[in-house]
């Protein structure tokens, strides 16, 4: 039972008290450029959820049982490029198959999750904390899902403030990196929580 605890808090806390989007800005491509409607920031949050839990799950082994045991554990960073290269690969050709309308919304920055540091950064630090599996996999989830929390609630506020009256200085991107210093302070009041 103690495991199953322990899963559920490393989730929560890669998915709010040590969110990588608001903590250390991974993924701000993204976080900026698809979060302008609700239902592409959706769409994002979701297909990265995937990526990240599919990467983790296919890099942890090849780093535990290829890389290290050749005595090749630097060609890491590459290794992992290429495997979530071929993962968004494969989920771009899914989504352009069964939801066109998603596959138009996300546009470009579909492809651009190959190099959204997020994805990398979580297969990357897996290995480089030296997480267990079941950790590995708690973190990837974990992250996942607080991006896709956090470009969710980022896009509902975007749409507020695309109807206020803001500035005509702060329009547009100036006040959506406001608002994001914002969440990642709001956010940081979660920290100690676990």
């Known amino acids: ?86 993962i968004v690969q494969l989920i771009e050709m899914i989504i352009k198959k069964y939801s066109p309308s998603l596959y138009k919304a996300l546009g470009v920055y579909l492809p651009l999750i190959t190099t959204n540091c997020a994805v990398l950064g979580v297969a990357q630090g897996n290995t480089d904390q030296a997480l267990s599996f079941g950790d590995s996999l708690a973190n990837a989830i974990g992250t996942g899902l607080g991006f896709a929390l956090v470009i969710f609630v980022f896009s509902t506020i975007r749409y507020r403030l695309d109807a206020a009256n803001t500035p005509k200085a702060f329009k547009g991107i100036p006040i959506a990196l406001i608002t994001a210093a914002l969440m990642a302070m709001a956010f940081l009041g979660l920290s100690g929580l676990i």
């Open 1 to 86: 039972m103690n495991w199953i605890v322990a899963f559920l808090l490393g989730i929560l806390n890669a998915m709010l008290i040590n969110n990588v989007t608001l903590s250390r800005f991974y993924g701000i491509c993204p976080f900026l450029g698809v979060s302008k409607k609700s239902s592409a920031a959706i769409g994002m949050g979701a297909a990265v959820v995937i990526v990240i839990l599919i990467a983790s799950l296919i890099c942890w082994p090849i780093y535990y049982f290829i890389l290290v045991p050749a005595g090749i554990p630097f060609m890491d960073t590459i290794t992992y490029i290429l495997v979530i290269a071929s």
